[in-house]
């Protein structure tokens, strides 16, 4: 039986399908929240059908099982003053700031909390994206002022530099750090921009092979972060499901968990350094053959959709917030049964009390008695309505 | 008939295979050659069966005959003093530039010859890659720096820099400029480089309504490019094929015509136009939604092989290089019929002499009686030793 109520969804859902397919889904699962109760169940094309698989669109390949168990924490020896040059810089680099941090300190005494953890990594990564951006620029810019062709360093340099920057923000989605620390970074990313662009142009293989040691350093980093997971000396990351964020930009499954994160960006790091030595061996005018990762569509394409996706966020909530505020007819700021009353007399639905009041049982999380916006939007999202 | 030339030949085809497929190109072919004459017919693969679809994975897509039919000339009216700075700045380089490079002079008296738009072209290319990557890492930067999203608009600049440095590679394909031009180029670019930056730092806004400017006249330059060829100005141009090189980026037919480049370089530019003035119109924490020709796989991965190409021209030449010399017995630098006759004679082959004269006349071009280097690598090249 066709109610006007869903006939008007139905409608709205057909207008807003191509226009925003957040909007579809929203309304979609209104309408579906209404329609199994008015029993027309199989009339409205499922949500994922209509709109864009985004999902697919963004997302790098994830490292495979096998990829990831190959992962190995090596180490290339120093073989000329270059290399020793490069070596020695990291080495105090690393000395230092396990220092400064406190991280030598809290290891010493198997104090490593997760927010100790986050905020090394977030530290970290700050600086990690700044090497690949810098040598991709000052090639793209020599290719074009000297008029000689690149040989594939820049699209791997610029790939391992956007890489680094989603590592950055799947630690930010775990950890939001405070003023003081962010005042560092950004002091920090001054210093080391100029310091390495000035590097690059005098000696880039001094600045691959410091790349290449800062990444061992890094692979180590991870290991140990995944040792102390797994030696149950992390509980929350243990318990922890991967952001959903991460999960896009890995093609990780549901079910993934921080850790499945750590060792996908363990792999990463690993392929920046193997790449990074590779790169150091090279002179500046060989070709790049190391693109297999590239080729199998590591590190690509990852940001393309995300200005689609915020947009997509935001009619989302707009959406959910015009619902809430058109449902809560007596604007208290929750809907109770009789604004949901009122709201389907308006459409003459065949909804009795009884009804009513379930819908409002089902949604009522915190046993009030009616829906605040928090609930409302949990249950729109989970479609869990019908 | 199985010889043992052409089994020796098909052993090394089988085992260089895999390991480089340049070599095993220039072996079958040569096997190919052997078996023509021996009927062995349909027993080797084709070369193209065995090796890396390399033109495939290195090609942006081609914009198609309707893409390239919608390309318009458009102007976007300055609508704030932001936009009438833009706009000022954009004519007043164009009309100097114009001026001091003998355009405005050459096209009043219709004497721009092809040597005259390629050096146009060629300086407004070293210009052109300069913005999205200023822009692409100023962006980059802040993301790391002050720990925020992006939202789509790296990806995006970052392609649109690679792709100006492809249309002047493809440009440099025509024609190479000389040392004065050159150290223009250089000035210029520390010059353009820093104002850019410095400007990108101040005003985005500015910087991306400037470069919309920019390629409204880009779009302007390549029309009138065109139109001289339409209008049979350029015979050069008119009667010239599309280089490799360029046909290779763009996926173009092997029968593409200079012409057809520009037509594609063109839509590029048109591609640039709309998306800078998107930007512009953005604040600068918007979402990019203009990545439909991203998703269509324009300006995208083009270098990711180029090393790999690289590469294998290289094994290409030595191969070529080495079977030269193994063929021309007495070193003199020509493959005379006695050469090829000692050649056959150490494998026990059935050629005849009049086989043999018949093979030397296929390839010598010059008439001279027998194959120097170049006649060789056309005749190994177009595979018609058969
Ligand atoms: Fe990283
Ligand atoms: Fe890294
Ligand atoms: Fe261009
Ligand atoms: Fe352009």
Not at 6 to 22: E, I
Not at 50 to 78: F, Y
Request: charged share 25%; aromatic share 10%.
């Amino acid at each position: 039986m066709m109610t006007p109520l869903s006939a008007m969804l139905r409608r709205q859902v057909f207008q807003l399908r191509l226009q925003n397919p957040a909007r579809q889904y929203y309304h979609s699962l209104w309408a579906m929240s209404v329609r199994s109760k008015a029993n027309m169940a199989g009339e409205l094309k499922k949500p994922e059908e209509a709109s864009l698989d985004l999902n697919h669109l963004i997302t790098a390949n994830r490292w495979s099982g096998d990829e990831l168990a190959a992962v190995k924490t090596t180490h290339r020896e120093p073989t000329d003053w270059v290399d020793w040059a490069s070596y020695m810089t990291v080495r105090t680099l690393r000395s230092s700031f396990d220092l400064f941090s406190g991280y030598k300190f809290r290891t010493t005494l198997g104090a490593m909390h997760e927010r100790d953890w986050l905020r090394r990594v977030i530290f970290l990564e700050t600086v990690a994206g700044v090497p690949g951006m810098v040598a991709g620029m000052v090639r793209h810019l020599h290719s074009l002022r000297l008029m000689r062709r690149d040989h594939g360093w820049i699209h791997s340099l610029l790939a391992e530099a956007e890489n680094e920057r989603m590592h950055l923000l799947i630690a930010l989605n775990l950890r939001r750090p405070g003023p003081v620390f962010r005042g560092i970074v950004i002091a920090g990313q001054g210093v080391f921009l100029t310091w390495y662009s000035l590097m690059y142009l005098v000696c880039p293989r001094y600045c691959h092979r410091f790349v290449g040691y800062l990444e061992e350093e890094a692979v180590i980093t991870y290991s140990k972060l995944i040792d102390a997971i797994d030696a149950d000396q992390l509980p929350m990351f243990s318990n922890m499901k991967a952001p959903l964020f991460a999960r896009q930009y890995y093609n990780l499954p549901k079910e993934a968990m921080v850790r499945d994160v750590f060792l996908q960006i363990r792999a990463d790091e690993a392929c920046h350094r193997d790449t990074n030595h590779f790169f150091s061996d090279l002179k500046p005018d060989q070709p790049n053959t190391k693109v297999d990762h590239l080729r199998k569509g590591h590190f690509q394409n990852q940001n393309v959709h995300s200005g689609v996706l915020k947009l997509q966020r935001e009619a989302q909530s707009k959406v959910m917030h015009e619902t809430f505020q058109s449902l809560d007819h007596d604007h208290d700021g929750f809907i109770s049964t009789d604004d949901l009353r009122w709201a389907f007399q308006q459409h003459d639905t065949p909804f009795n009390d009884e009804d009513l009041d379930e819908m409002v049982r089902k949604a009522d999380r915190n046993g009030d008695g009616k829906i605040d916006y928090q609930e409302f939007v949990k249950v729109m999202s989970e479609g869990d309505f019908h």
